[in-house]
Each structure stands twice: as structure tokens, then as C-alpha cells.
């Protein structure tokens, strides 16, 4: 257990918040998990998008623009109710 975390919510009818540090793979997965949990989910990223990686070189090559391997985190997740995205390092 955390030290000074009790387990329940801060508040009266609030739910229990998860911080998500970065948007990528890892990051997104855990929130895209969360999707139907009863947590507050804040993804917190210095960009406000995800970059997939993987495609670089295509991008490096001029096979693809590199507005095809980018996407908003906000487009990610626009779906799940439970998500806010902030943007800082």
C-alpha cells in the first residue's frame, strides 16, 4: 500500500483517479484497459499525439507523410468516457 492512500476516493461520489505518464504503446493500453473500469483516467504526454514508431523509416524514405504515423491521443481515446488527456512533461 501507497503511503497516504487510503483506497478510497478523495471525495464524496468521486472515483478513484489513475495517472497514466505517456501515450505511447504501453501508456495507451493501460488506459484503452480501463475503458469500462469505475476509475478517472488522465494520460499525461509532452505531445498531443502518438507516434507510431514502427513506420519511421517509411516516413524517412518518403513512403509515407508523417501525418499517416501520427495520431491524436484525443482521437485515441475518444470513446472512452472515463479518459481525459493533459498535455505537459
Keep these: 500500500m501507497t503511503p497516504g492512500f487510503s483506497g478510497t476516493p478523495a471525495g464524496r ?4 483517479r489513475v495517472i497514466v505518464a505517456g501515450a505511447g504503446f504501453g501508456g495507451l493500453a493501460a488506459a484503452r484497459e480501463l ?3 469505475p ?8 505531445h498531443n499525439y502518438h507516434l507510431f514508431q514502427p513506420l ?4 524517412a524514405t518518403a ?3 508523417p501525418a ?4 491524436p491521443i484525443r482521437v485515441v481515446l475518444r470513446r472512452q468516457q ?6 505537459d512533461e
Excluded at 82 to 87: C, E, I, R, S
Design 82 to 87: 472515463n479518459a481525459t488527456v493533459l498535455l
Design 56 to 59: 519511421l523509416y517509411q516516413v
Design 13 to 16: 461520489g468521486e472515483l478513484p
Design 68 to 71: 499517416d504515423i501520427a495520431e
Design 63 to 65: 513512403a509515407l507523410s
Design 35 to 37: 475503458a469500462r473500469a
Design 39 to 46: 476509475v478517472q483516467v488522465t494520460v499525461i504526454d509532452r
